[in-house]
Nanobody, 120 residues
Framework: QVQLVESGGGLVQAGGSLRVSCEVS????????MAWHRQATGKERELVAA???????NYVDSVKGRFTISWGNAKNTVYLQMNSLKTEDTAVYYC??????????????WGQGTLVSVSP
């Protein structure tokens, strides 16, 4: 089975920084792309940042210049570096990955989410 595990969430003061990570494990042939979504209370889930296997990235306008998505040295890990955090960044952050499984099935896999809380 393929699973994603997020880590690094927590409580941080506005203006501070936090890095969340996502590790992919299980039976996979290749990773096509990974992304971070977030869902704040009372709002719909939104795409925050995405990265493909070639390193091309995309961001929602509200985080451009503040957040950076990147691959780890091990290509089974992706990071989201969050700088200059604002209270409106408070949300549960979910890692998602589009992969070719070991059985060559193209699937989307979601992590369980990690809470990022930004205090005033």
């Amino acid at each position: 089975q393929v699973q994603l595990v997020e880590s690094g969430g927590g409580l941080v003061q506005a203006g501070g920084s936090l890095r969340v990570s996502c590790e992919v494990s299980g039976s996979i042939w290749s990773i096509n792309a990974m992304a971070w979504h977030r869902q704040a209370t009372g709002k719909e889930r939104e795409l925050v940042a995405a990265i493909d296997s070639g390193g091309s990235t995309n961001y929602v306008d509200s985080v451009k210049g503040r957040f950076t998505i990147s691959w780890g040295n091990a290509k089974n890990t992706v990071y989201l570096q969050m700088n200059s955090l604002k209270t409106e960044d408070t949300a549960v952050y979910y890692c998602t990955s589009n992969v070719l499984s070991g059985s060559l099935k193209k699937i989307d896999v979601w992590g369980q989410g990690t809470l990022v809380s930004v205090s005033p």
